[in-house]
């Protein structure tokens, strides 16, 4: 298993202004049975610079291999993996706290991190991981998840995690994409729900990280605007808080 970290620099096409603060750093989550290559060939081959060089993206490999045919064999190399594992009705799941702890040592290790993006099956646990960590039932010793990204993902289907990370809503920045010919789409919709003022980039693909369109770029660079916003006056608030310290000694 390995860990890629992509150390994207700002383009001429941005001024330069632009990155002198501290780049939205995100653990990347893959897709069931792929890897982190993978889903870095994925998102960097299809996004723009316009949106990668604003981000600071980590992608990591899932800890279990596949243990079975990869969706993507044919299409992208081994090896692949999987977060957890489920039978075929979703009745049944195995190794899912393990998963969660292996993604805190994650964390822990490669941190800190400003959010969570995943694709399919890390998608799933994006979305679930900052209710379960509002609860104290995962990610307790790292910062708090404050954005995520959600590429064709929808609630795990498991009734006791939606339960516990969904009874709220979640009011950390969301980007979801959703795709017309995507197999999870229901899900997808129903996931927004479970977001306060979600962003959304609807495609007309299926299961897949899209390319972005005229219209799904200003919402992405949006979305992206919205997290450097918060940073900025989290930035500012530490500040002052540290000058009246200063001050008060």
Not at 66 to 94: H, L, M
Not at 103 to 120: Q, R
Not at 153 to 180: M, Q, R, T, Y
Request: net charge negative; proline share 6%.
């Amino acid at each position: 298993m390995g860990s890629l970290t992509v150390p994207t620099e700002p383009t001429n096409a941005i001024g330069a202004s632009e990155y002198r603060r501290r780049r939205p750093r995100f653990l990347c989550l893959h897709g069931f049975r792929t890897s982190a290559e993978i889903m870095r060939k994925q998102v960097l081959g299809k996004w723009p610079d316009l949106v990668t060089a604003r981000l600071d993206l980590f992608f990591a490999d899932a800890p279990f291999p596949a243990e079975g045919k990869s969706e993507v064999e044919g299409i992208f190399d081994p090896p692949y993996y999987e977060w957890f594992q489920f039978n075929k009705g979703f009745t049944e799941f195995r190794n899912f706290d393990e998963c969660l702890d292996y993604i805190e040592d994650l964390m822990i290790k490669h941190g800190p991190f400003d959010g969570l993006m995943g694709f399919s099956q890390g998608a799933a646990l994006s979305a679930a991981l900052p209710g379960l960590q509002a609860k104290g039932l995962a990610l307790k010793s790292v910062p708090q998840v404050k954005n995520v990204v959600i590429i064709g993902g929808g609630k795990i289907p498991v009734p006791i995690v939606v339960e516990k990370a969904f009874d709220v809503k979640i009011k950390c920045p969301s980007l979801h994409f959703i795709g017309d010919l995507d197999f999870l789409k229901e899900r997808g919709e129903a996931l927004l729900d479970a977001f306060v003022d979600p962003f959304v980039v609807r495609h007309s693909r299926g299961h897949t990280v899209p390319r972005l369109d005229d219209k799904s770029l200003e919402t992405v660079l949006g979305y992206i605007d919205r997290i450097e916003k918060n940073m900025d006056e989290e930035t500012e608030l530490s500040r002052s808080k540290c000058e009246e310290s200063i001050e008060a000694a």
